[in-house]
Structure formats: C-alpha cells, structure tokens
C-alpha cells in the first residue's frame, strides 16, 4: 500500500501547488478537484471509506460545481482575471515564510512526540462504514448532529439573502 | 512503512500551501478555495489521528467539517456575487473602503 500512498501524496501536493499558483480560476478549481480525490484516497487508505465516498461526492460533486458555476457566471475576461501582484521578492519571502512556518512546527516537535507505526490490519470489523459512522452520529453525536442542520439552514438563509438584488423584504 | 508522521507532514504540507495561497492571491475565488485546502488538511489530520486512536470520532469530526465546508462555500460565493454587483471585480485590492488611509 505503500505506492499508492506516495501516488496520492505527490499528486495532491502537485494539484496544491497548481490551485495557489494557477492565473485562472477555472484551472485552479480544476486543479482543487485533483487534489480532493487524492485526499479521498488518503482517507480510504485510512480505513475511512465512508468518508472518502463523502469527500468525493460533496467536494467534488458539490463545491466544486458551485465554484464553476459561479466562476461561469461571473464570467471574467482577461484583465479582471489579472492581479496585481506584490513584487517578486516579495512574494518568494512570503511564501517562504509560511512554508517555513510548518517547517519550524516539525522541528520543534522531532523527537519530543514519538508516534507508533499506524497498525495496520487489526481494525474492527466493519471500521469507517456507513454503519459505523451512522451509529456514531446517530447515539453519541446526534446534538452536534442536528445543530448542523440549524447551521446549513442559515448557510442557506444567508446565501438567499446575499444573492438578493434588493435587501428590501 | 507508512506511520501517523508522515500523514500529519502530508497535511502540514497542503496546510501551509493554502496558507501561501491565503497570503499571497489576490483572487476572491482562489482565496475560498485556499480556505478549502486548509480545511481538508485539517480533516486529514483528524482522520489520521481516529485510524490511529482506532475509534471513530475523528471520522465524525472530519464529516462536521465537510458540512461547514459546504456552508462556508455556499456563503462566501455568495458575498463574491454581491460584492461582484457592486464593483465589477473580484481582485481583493478594489475592496479597500473600510481601511483608514490616515
């Protein structure tokens, strides 16, 4: 399982790159998309395939559409695409110092956190299915649960409201 | 031998590349899906952490934040299309009336 897990790394880091690099914003979704589904296969390498199903289908069948769908429809031409960019030591410094950033977190924690290997193929039966997750929604986290439906029904309010020409009622 | 470390390096990585994007983009549509990035580094991180706990409340966690994902981007494409309607741009630098120039 080890290639598959280098393969889904280097192609979502790559995809990563492109969607914070891209000039477009229709090839930079493109690009989110690829490293979504190598992200879903993470989690299925995981033993999360339920989740990944979820990833794939809500990510990539969901906002992704709604990205396009809005970019479509603010239809952009070339010089509203274009940015004006901070100069480029600027930008390199930046970037250097977010990356860098993470980097520094890595440090400080080598050696202070041991971690195990992930042990593998002593996992319950039936790990991360849909009946596993439902079960744990359903008992443990039902509150949190139907809080969620409350929090998409304001999304949903609130995105009407915006989209709204006149915010006269 | 795949261990926890190198799922959490993986996702620091995507982390700081969102981050990067955060900072430096100046498109409106590449910031939310920067905010995505992060998001889904964030939920790597979770999931890794329940498969190694081998329970399922990471999992559950990671499924909450898809759904705020989902809410954050229904939301915030919509403040672009208004904010779109106003001034016909989308380059955060046209946005600049609430910054006090004294």
Request: contains cysteine.
């Amino acid at each position: 399982m080890d290639y598959l897990f280098w393969l889904f790394v280097i192609l979502g880091i790559a995809a990563a790159v492109n969607v914070v690099s891209a000039k477009n914003p229709v090839s930079a979704a493109i690009a989110l998309v690829v490293t979504l589904l190598n992200v879903a296969g993470i989690y299925i390498l995981l033993d999360a395939t339920f989740l990944g199903i979820i990833q794939i289908l809500v990510y990539a069948g969901a906002i992704i559409v709604l990205f396009i769908f809005v970019i479509m429809m603010l239809n952009l031409n070339e010089e509203e695409i274009k940015e004006r960019q901070a100069s480029k030591p600027v930008r390199f410094i930046i970037s250097l110092a977010s990356v860098s950033s993470m980097g520094l977190l890595f440090l400080f924690f080598r050696g202070k956190v041991q971690f195990a290997e992930l042990v593998s193929a002593q996992m319950p039966l039936g790990y991360g299915n849909v009946k596993a997750v439902g079960w744990q929604l359903f008992t443990e986290y039902l509150i949190p649960f139907e809080v969620t439906s409350v929090l998409l029904l304001v999304a949903i309010l609130g995105a009407v409201l915006l989209a709204k020409r006149s915010l006269k009622i | 031998m795949i261990s926890l470390n190198q799922y959490l390096i993986f996702a620091g990585i995507l982390f700081s590349l969102g981050l990067t994007g955060i900072v430096l983009r100046r498109n409106l549509l590449i910031l939310l899906m920067c905010v995505e990035l992060m998001l889904n580094a964030v939920n790597i991180v979770a999931v890794a952490f329940s498969r190694y706990h081998q329970n399922m409340d990471g999992q559950v966690m990671a499924f909450f934040i898809i759904i705020l994902a989902a809410a954050e981007a229904s939301i915030g494409l919509g403040i672009i299309t208004a904010l779109f309607r106003n001034k016909i741009s989308v380059q955060t630098n046209e946005y600049q009336e609430l910054r006090d120039d004294t």
